[in-house]
């Protein structure tokens, strides 16, 4: 074994495909890139997502209590990173970045059409949000983009790398 320096911990441990948080404040749509997110509960469906304090996205969801959390296919990679490289403080990133915001049903936050999915968030504990900036949160409403069928995802591995979503396996199971 050799020590592997703590900043690059992160990049072993990514939790899942990198996603777009969507919030709306004050009639301003947002869009931010986030992998640190993680599923806490089947039924109702439950998420923890980490969003810094630092990022202009915080204080909307802080203040507003709900978003949209939507997941691009591999296809959107390019400007995943774009969203991700740039701050909603001083640029529209629906606009400048090509992505087409849409109205939700539950939430003030919008859609985005491009993504293959879209979940509607509130924010449901915000017990761990002073000192760790998570929340927890519950997902109001699904959708999915019947076109696109299969859909990869990308993983973020740090520092600019990613994976695709790759070939699934099936192994017996007892879970459902």
Not at 39 to 60: K, Q, T, W
Not at 85 to 109: H, W, Y
Request: one cysteine or more.
């Amino acid at each position: 074994m050799k020590a592997l320096p703590l900043s690059e911990v992160y990049a072993l441990l990514e939790p899942g495909p990198v996603v777009l948080l969507a919030t709306a404040r004050k009639g301003r749509p947002n869009v931010m890139t986030m992998s640190w997110h993680m599923m806490m509960e089947f039924e109702p469906p439950l998420i923890g997502c980490v969003c810094s304090g630092a990022n202009y996205s915080f204080e909307a969801l802080n203040k507003t209590g709900e978003c949209v959390i939507a997941l691009p296919a591999r296809k959107l990679a390019s400007k995943v990173v774009k969203v991700g490289n740039c701050s909603g403080r001083d640029t529209d990133k629906f606009k400048s970045i090509g992505l087409t915001p849409v109205q939700a049903s539950m939430v003030q936050a919008p859609l985005i059409a491009e993504c293959f999915a879209n979940l509607e968030c509130k924010v449901a504990d915000r017990r761990m949000t002073n000192r760790y900036n998570m929340f927890v949160l519950e997902v109001v409403q699904a959708w999915r983009d019947p076109k696109q069928k299969s859909a990869k995802t990308i993983h973020h591995h740090g520092f600019g790398k990613f994976v695709v979503d790759g070939p699934s396996i099936t192994l017996k199971s007892k879970m459902r």
